[in-house]
């Protein structure tokens, strides 16, 4: 199916603003899968294939019209000698109509296991989904703990260095992060990079505070004063924003959410009644 004239009018208009928003910007993005993938040939070669995953095909049509560094997970062995070959720096993508540069992260294969195997995929996938079974599941034991810190909280460690020696000194570099796999890393570009326009989207569903609470507090507070260290955190829906923000009022002490509304030409505000109004109000 051919586009029509108005479409394709309306595609080209975006992209002149692309450019100009990006004009003098270094742009870093980052996930856990990349735009770009080495396979490993029958006789030892390397081919260089898109790399699958929903992120990459909902931002696909921006590595054909930007310069910028996709910092990704090394997937594989091809990757992994692609970015030993090339010192752990971007490499250009050779793929036609990209214009992107890949930077690797090759993490050890067992501490990759705990950040995607165990933390990731289900723990993370299975609660923002309410897929759990409260209060039978998920079973939070000494392999969860120890797949956040040395899984988990590791990755995200390599991503925001890698995120940060790629920004070399750059006054305010715009740092584009990516779902749920890289929680941790807004807080750590940020104590790095103070000035760092840093966004993180998320393309699964919030979940309400509540369902979060089957988590330990050490990660999903760690989660939320992560994400507030981030410029824009962004959502598929007004639920989800709405969840966020309540996540952050309930597990961070000292947050401030603003509960004001209008409705029928007039202003209010929710708040919830502190226990020494309640004694007050009881007398």
């Known amino acids: 199916m051919q586009e029509s004239s108005a479409t394709t009018g309306e595609r080209a208009d975006v992209w002149r603003l692309l450019e100009s928003v990006l004009q003098g910007q270094q742009l870093i993005l980052a996930s856990n899968r990349g735009p770009m993938e080495h396979h490993v040939q029958p006789n030892g070669d390397l081919q260089a294939r898109r790399g699958s995953g929903g992120v990459v095909t909902a931002l696909s049509g921006l590595t054909g019209q930007a310069e910028f560094t996709w910092i990704a997970s090394a997937m594989g062995?091809?990757?992994?000698?692609?970015?030993?070959?090339?010192?752990?720096?971007?490499?250009?993508?050779?793929?036609?109509?990209?214009?992107v540069s890949v930077r690797y992260v090759t993490t050890a294969r067992r501490i990759y296991h705990k950040y995607y195997n165990i933390i990731c995929n289900p723990l993370l996938w299975f609660l923002q989904h309410y897929m759990w079974s409260s209060p039978y599941t998920p079973?939070?034991?000494g392999a969860i703990y120890d797949?956040?810190?040395?899984?988990?909280?590791?990755?995200?460690?390599?991503?925001?260095?890698?995120?940060?020696?790629?920004?070399?000194?750059?006054?305010?570099?715009?740092?584009?992060l990516h779902d749920y796999h890289l929680y941790l890393a807004p807080g750590m570009v940020r104590e790095a990079l103070p000035q760092a326009r840093i966004q993180l989207f998320l393309h699964i569903p919030w979940p309400s505070s509540s369902y979060w609470e089957l988590l330990p507090g050490i990660i999903r507070n760690a989660i939320c004063a992560s994400l507030c260290n981030a410029d824009i955190v962004g959502f598929q829906s007004e639920r989800d924003a709405r969840a966020f923000l309540d996540s952050c009022d309930t597990f961070l002490d000292?947050?401030?959410?603003?509960?004001c509304g209008s409705a029928g030409g007039r202003r209010w505000r929710a708040r919830i009644p502190s226990p020494s109004t309640w004694r007050r109000c009881g007398r």
């Open 77 to 99: 062995e091809g990757d992994r000698r692609v970015a030993a070959a090339n010192k752990g720096r971007a490499v250009r993508s050779p793929l036609p109509g990209q214009r």
């Open 139 to 141: 079973r939070i034991d």
């Open 147 to 176: 797949a956040w810190e040395n899984g988990y909280a590791q990755v995200n460690r390599e991503f925001a260095d890698a995120i940060i020696e790629e920004a070399g000194g750059g006054a305010r570099p715009l740092v584009m």
């Open 254 to 259: 000292g947050a401030e959410v603003d509960r």
